[in-house]
């Protein structure tokens, strides 16, 4: 394998990670300003040395921080890319463009605003996204400012009068005739009109009426989205509105965990039931056709006190941690997990405590399981290195040939050596954001071992691309 193709692949595997993991947020060993300047030399790094590879990363598990990032420098060297790349990033950049959240949408073009970016294919995208939008009254009662930005930036007239009035001359009509922007109006003196608003725009004039919060919480529930409810139900049931009930056995795995975390111990007590079975239903749909074919699973999850993250990411470390020790029981025949604290029950999970990985390495592979499944920031100190020695001993004199799958997921991103802390040369590793895509993850994680070049990651890169611009079937029609 040439050495070129072996550094080209090992530095396509150090972006994605990145992109899967940072979000330049605080971490528990690492700040903000540190991860921001990391993120902005790889990607100004990749986009200068592979482009191609650069535009392929969006059909990866990348989270919205990076893909808007990654839109946001080939839109804005459009007169680089070859005609083909053109082509293939139009397509990628807009299927990427529509599974942004919108806030973050809106945020992508205020950005290509301020920065001049302005081409015609930039214009196009914007067109398209807007054109797709399913509700653009709701845009322009949610996103009012961003959506103006969008429609100017785009140079795009408002898609009739009155939504052009009610984002450029809210004071032209006595009223409207679309409901949502009249409930709008009405809003301003009306306390009745409040709650048939959505709820982030109707909190606002709650307060401005003095409604009060349990009162308030009660009359919007049915206006609220699932994760409004999910972020609230508690609070709510604090301030005595019992109607703001989260269906959790519909919430996604990692999210789902990461609520769970932040409930207090006596309600995960109280609620172990409910919250056992939501947790298991979610992990049973995260795993889907694969539930039950990994063989005998074990896994070595990371509960120590660096899995609280830090205030911008409480406890997410930690959530997919649990997340993904309910979803490798679904993946494996029998499963075996080995919390880093020595827990056996995963529902009262708290970050505390040193992180013995060593210690905790040496217990899963006693069994030698098929596959060992390593979920940590590889911090590991007690004692320091124990892990990767461990690793290594067994690979080189206990398990030459590899019998045992050994892969290491991590959900923080380190920003002194641009990509996830390694516990060991010979274990690959990948980054990991949410636990439903680690069947995904440890498929990339193989081409981290340093055994695969280029033309190997280009194949998976492209099956991945060709899959993600495959035309999504219409619900109920025939597979």
């Known amino acids: 394998m040439p050495a070129e193709g072996l550094v080209a692949a090992e530095d396509v595997l150090l972006f994605a990670n990145a992109a899967i993991t940072a979000t330049a947020q605080r971490e528990f060993h690492g700040g903000a300003a540190e991860q921001r300047m990391s993120l902005d030399f790889l990607h100004a790094y990749m986009l200068g040395n592979y482009r191609d590879l650069y535009a392929a990363v969006l059909a990866l598990g990348i989270n919205d921080h990076n893909a808007a990032l990654v839109i946001h420098g080939l839109l804005a ?16 950049i ?33 067109r398209d996204w807007l054109a797709a939008r399913p509700d653009l009254a709701l845009d322009a009662v949610k996103y009012r400012t961003g959506l103006k930005t969008a429609l100017r930036h785009a140079h795009l007239p408002p898609p009739s009068a009155e939504l052009g009035d009610f984002l450029f001359r809210p004071r032209a009509r006595a009223r409207y005739t679309a409901p949502l922007l009249d409930t709008w109006r009405r809003a301003h003196y009306e306390q009745g009109a409040v709650h048939e608003l959505p709820f982030t725009v109707a909190e606002g004039f709650a307060a401005r009426h003095g409604i009060a919060r349990a009162a308030f919480l009660e009359r919007i529930a049915p206006r609220m989205t699932r994760g ?20 959790l056995t519909a919430m996604p795995l990692t ?6 975390l932040g409930l207090p111990l006596p309600d995960r007590a109280a609620r172990r039931a409910e919250l056992t079975a939501a947790l298991r239903a979610a992990a049973r749909r995260a795993a889907g056709p694969e539930a039950g074919t990994w063989g005998r699973v074990a896994a070595v999850l990371d509960d120590s006190f660096s899995a609280y993250a830090s205030g911008h990411k409480r406890r997410r470390p930690l959530a997919v941690a ?22 056996r029950d995963a529902l009262p999970a708290v970050p505390h405590g040193a992180t013995p990985l060593g210690e905790r390495v040496l217990d899963a592979l006693e069994p030698r399981p098929d596959r060992l499944v390593i979920v940590s920031d590889g911090w590991d100190n007690a004692p320091p290195g124990m892990a990767a020695e461990v690793l290594r001993v067994w690979h080189e004199r206990l398990d030459p040939h590899g019998r045992v799958s050994v892969v290491h997921l991590n959900p923080v991103y380190d920003a002194d050596t641009f990509t996830v802390r390694r516990l060991s040369p010979t274990v690959p590793t990948a980054g990991i954001r949410d636990a439903e895509d680690l069947p995904v993850l440890t498929g990339l994680a193989r081409f981290a071992a340093g055994r695969t070049g280029l033309p190997e990651l280009r ?4 099956a991945r691309v060709a899959a993600f611009l495959a035309p999504v079937p219409e619900e109920g029609a025939a597979p």
């Not at 060297?77 to 990628?92: N, Y």
């Not at 999910?230 to 709510?236: G, I, P, T, V």
């Not at 999210?255 to 769970?260: I, T, W």
């Not at 029998?334 to 020595?342: K, L, V």
Request: charged letters at 25%.
């Open 77 to 92: 060297t459009a007169g680089e890319a070859t005609p083909r790349q053109r082509h293939l990033e139009g397509r990628l």
């Open 94 to 126: 807009a299927r990427r463009f529509a599974l942004l959240p919108p806030q973050r949408g809106y945020a992508l073009v205020a950005a290509l605003r301020e920065a001049k970016v302005n081409n015609r294919r930039t214009r196009a995208i914007v």
């Open 228 to 247: 409004e409810r999910l972020r609230l139900q508690e609070s709510a049931r604090r301030e005595g509105a019992a109607a703001v009930r989260a269906d």
């Open 459 to 462: 194949a998976h890169l492209d």
């Open 322 to 343: 649990l997340a993904a020790h309910f979803l490798l029981a679904e993946l494996g025949a029998a499963y075996a997990p080995y919390w880093t604290s020595g827990r």
């Open 255 to 260: 999210r789902l965990a990461s609520y769970v």
